[in-house]
């Protein structure tokens, strides 16, 4: 099974907690929320994902 990720947002709400990367990439106890999610989908057996980024998208590509 794939799964979309829809990364694209530019964050506005979250522009006070994060300033420096895309919200995808916003910390969780460490983490990037991004990863944080594909890994609980994996362990939940998706194995693939499309990732359809925009604001920032080279930062998130990175």
């Known amino acids: 099974m794939i799964c979309i990720i ?16 895309p919200k995808p990439l916003a910390l969780v106890q460490g983490s990037p929320f991004l990863d944080i999610l594909i890994n609980n989908l994996k362990n939940r057996g998706i ?3 499309i990732i359809s980024v925009g604001y920032k998208k080279e930062i998130i590509l990175e």
């Open 6 to 21: 829809l990364a694209g947002g530019k964050g506005t709400r979250l522009q006070s907690v994060v300033t420096d990367v």
């Open 47 to 49: 194995e693939g994902f």
